[in-house]
Nanobody
Framework: QVQLVESGGGLVQPGGSLRLSCAAF????????MGWYRQAPGKQREPVARIRSGGSTNYADSVKGRFTISRDNAKNTVYLQMNSLKPEDTAVYYC????????WGQGTQVTVSS
């Protein structure tokens, strides 16, 4: 059974940084693309970043230059380094396996506020 476990969220001031982690269980991690998504209150879930099995990356325009996605295949873990955080980055962040999405994990809350 596939399980995605996100962690690393928290409360941070504008301009601050956080590093999110997502551990994946029940999949052959190294052959899967991995992605980060977020859902802000009252909004639909949206893609944030994607890293392919070969290592290439894509980012939403809103986070380009501020967020970096990476992966450690030995640890079955994908990371999201978030710098220069803005209040509009406040959301619950999730990981998944695009393009064939699995059941969502519990997510990790990121709140950017002074």
């Amino acid at each position: 059974q596939v399980q995605l476990v996100e962690s690393g969220g928290g409360l941070v001031q504008p301009g601050g940084s956080l590093r999110l982690s997502c551990a994946a269980f029940g999949i052959i991690f190294s052959i899967n693309d991995m992605g980060w998504y977020r859902q802000a209150p009252g909004k639909q879930r949206e893609p944030v970043a994607r890293i392919r099995s070969g290592g290439s990356t894509n980012y939403a325009d809103s986070v380009k230059g501020r967020f970096t996605i990476s992966r450690d295949n030995a640890k079955n873990t994908v990371y999201l380094q978030m710098n220069s955080l803005k209040p509009e980055d406040t959301a619950v962040y999730y990981c998944n396996t695009p393009p064939s999405l699995r059941s969502w994990g519990q997510g990790t809350q990121v709140t950017v506020s002074s």
